[in-house]
């Protein structure tokens, strides 16, 4: 055996040389995919020294091979020929054991997790990651005899370890590891463990009660053992970084003003951890403060209404039932907060007349309050008409009944609902805050109104 490929942890299920011989790739039960770099093997063989043989082998020796002299140029070789020469299993066994392997690690490591989030890392550190990749590997770092080892996820390394200008030439070039991280600017002399050496460790001072707030301005209050090594401090809320001052951490004790927040109506998601001189991050603090707000005192009322089957089928269209259910969805769900309630009333495909959409508008007139919120949404056909008595032109949302858009005036006038029969409707409704969205063709005539 001239070499041992170390580094999966699982079966090998395939390998696969490239075509220039320089490089192997292999997958494994482990879920990984390694590349190795073959021009690291020699193609000769090392032997062990007579003196790592255990006592048991050089009685063998001594027992089975008496010319053997131990203190002759190249021992174990000649003892290897010999047992090959013999030609048995037994012996080709045995000479194996005296070889000396190389130990070939990784050039590059890759994982790529069900989520579809992914990792390329090599066996110094160095990696290259999706968004979320960097923390499915990581290192355990041993803190002595009494300690438990500590675990530090390659995201924690962040700064000084992603590297995707390194990984890139190990994927892509010919060049030798070696060379790739000489010639790389700002590669770091220290090893991981001293990396994660001297870590400040970031307490929450006080912990807000969680359940609800009522104040919107607040103030954090950290501690933070070690101080003398801390680098920086990283505070988020709802994903958006904070700015903090380090030396205000540096300097915070029980009954300081704290950090200044202000919250968002519902939940805000604090995470906070801080870097060592190493720009090294510690594991997060993770907490929850929900903010009630101004309690909301306005109703929001949506009347959504889509045409996909029109009773002269030549017009129906695709998506505009599902337009409409979409938008009315997305609004509602979304504005929960805002709003005390919420009534959404939809008229689709053979109730969107106009008999049904005067009447849906008259009954709402009569719950909405002027500080509530309407919303009108239309999805179908829009036609503007061509009067031939040279009355004003009018814009009309097309209904399930119009079977003849244009050259039919009087079709229009009974089975579609003209700009101004709408606005009228609308004016009818109390509410002082109204919404009107059409989503049909030529709807843009309406601009200029």
């Given amino acids: 055996m001239l070499a041992a490929f170390i580094g999966h942890e699982g079966d090998v299920k395939s390998i696969q040389e490239t075509k220039d011989g320089n490089f192997l790739f292999s997958t494994s039960l482990d879920k990984t995919i390694r590349m190795w770099d073959l021009r690291q093997v020699k193609n000769q063989l090392s032997f062990r020294t007579y003196t790592d043989l255990e ?39 045995n000479a194996t054991y005296l070889i000396l392997p190389q130990y070939i690690e990784p050039r590059l490591n890759m994982f790529i997790a069900e989520n579809n989030e992914w990792v390329m890392w090599n066996n110094k550190g160095y990696f290259k990651a999706s968004g979320n990749g960097a923390a499915y590997i990581g290192w355990y770092v041993y803190k002595g005899e009494d300690t438990d080892a ?96 380090a ?44 903010y009630i707000g101004a309690r909301p005192s306005s109703n929001l009322y949506i009347l959504a209404v889509g045409v996909d089957r029109y009773k002269n089928n030549r017009y129906n269209l695709n998506y505009a039932k599902a337009d409409a259910s979409g938008i009315v969805q997305q609004l509602a769900g979304s504005a929960k907060t805002i709003f005390k309630n919420i009534q959404v009333d939809s008229l689709f495909d053979e109730e969107a007349t106009v008999e049904n959409l005067t009447g849906k508008m008259e009954l709402l007139q009569k719950k909405i309050k002027p500080e509530d919120v309407f919303l009108f949404f239309f999805a179908g056909h829009g036609i503007m008409n061509d009067p031939v008595d040279a009355t004003k032109p009018d814009f009309y949302l097309v209904l399930h009944k119009v079977t003849q858009m244009t050259g039919n005036e009087t079709m229009l006038k009974e089975n579609a609902l003209s700009a101004t029969g709408l606005k009228d409707l609308l004016l009818n409704i109390p509410a002082q805050k109204q919404l009107v969205l059409l989503d049909e063709c030529n709807s843009g005539v309406l601009l200029p109104h």
């Avoid at 000084?160 to 790739?180: K, V």
């Avoid at 004790?253 to 801080?274: H, R, Y």
């Fill in 247 to 290: 030396d205000m951490i540096r300097g915070l004790k029980v009954g300081a003003p704290g950090i200044p927040v202000e919250l968002v109506t519902g939940e805000n998601l604090f995470v906070a951890s801080v870097l060592n001189k190493n720009k090294v991050e510690s594991t997060p603090i993770k907490f929850k403060l929900t």
């Fill in 55 to 93: 006592i048991g082998w050089k009685q063998f020796i001594s027992k089975y091979y008496p010319a053997f002299d131990s203190s002759a140029a190249n021992p174990i070789e000649w003892l290897y020929n010999e047992m090959m020469k013999e030609g048995s299993e037994a012996s080709a066994v």
């Fill in 150 to 245: 500590e675990f530090y996820t390659a995201d924690k390394l962040y700064d000084n370890y992603y590297r995707p200008d390194i990984i890139n030439r190990l994927l892509f070039s010919n060049e030798y590891t070696a060379d790739i991280l000489r010639n790389s600017k700002d590669v770091s002399n220290l090893s991981i463990a001293e990396q994660v050496s001297n870590m400040p460790v970031l307490r929450l001072e006080k912990l807000v009660d969680t359940a609800q707030l009522t104040d919107k301005h607040i103030n954090l209050k950290f501690s933070v053992d070690n101080k003398e090594f801390l680098g920086d401090v990283l505070l988020y809320q709802n994903g958006k970084r904070i700015t903090v001052n």
